[in-house]
C-alpha cells in the first residue's frame, strides 16, 4: 500500500513539474516564503510573488503584460488582498485599496507611470 501512494504521488509530481516549466519556484529560508515567477509564452515574466507555506497567496504580487509592462501590483495577506493595489492601463492607473478582501476604495490617475511604489 505504502509503494502504491508513494508511486501516486511521484506521478502527481511529475505531471505538476513538466506542466509547469513555464514556472520558477524556490524556498526562501530566511522569509519563510515560496518565491514564485511564472513567464508568458514568450518568455517575458508573467508575474511573481510569494506564497506562504500553507499554498496562499502572501506578500506582494506583480503581473505583467506579454510585453512586460507592468499591469498590477499589490499585496496579500494569507489569501486576501490587502493594503493599496495599483492597475494599470494604458496611460491611466488606478488605485485600490482593500480591507478585509473588499474593496474599501477607487482612485483613478492619469498619465501614471509604471515605476509607482505600492509601499508609498
Given at each position: 500500500m505504502k509503494k502504491t501512494v508513494l508511486l501516486i504521488v511521484l506521478a502527481f509530481t511529475a505531471v505538476f513539474v513538466y506542466g509547469q516549466d513555464r514556472r520558477e519556484q524556490k524556498f526562501n529560508d530566511k522569509t519563510n516564503?515560496?518565491?514564485?515567477?511564472?513567464?508568458?509564452?514568450?518568455?517575458?515574466?508573467?508575474?511573481?510573488?510569494?506564497?506562504?507555506?500553507?499554498?496562499?497567496?502572501?506578500g506582494e504580487w506583480i503581473n505583467y503584460d506579454a510585453s512586460g509592462n507592468k499591469i498590477s501590483q499589490g499585496s496579500y495577506k494569507n489569501g486576501d488582498k490587502t493594503g493599496k493595489w495599483l492597475f494599470w492601463s494604458n496611460n491611466t492607473m488606478k488605485e485600490v485599496v482593500y480591507s478585509n478582501n473588499e474593496i474599501a476604495s477607487i482612485n483613478g490617475v492619469k498619465n501614471a507611470t509604471r515605476l509607482a511604489d505600492s509601499n508609498k
Open positions: 516564503l515560496i518565491e514564485v515567477t511564472d513567464y508568458h509564452d514568450n518568455g517575458i515574466v508573467s508575474q511573481e510573488g510569494t506564497f506562504n507555506l500553507k499554498g496562499q497567496l502572501h
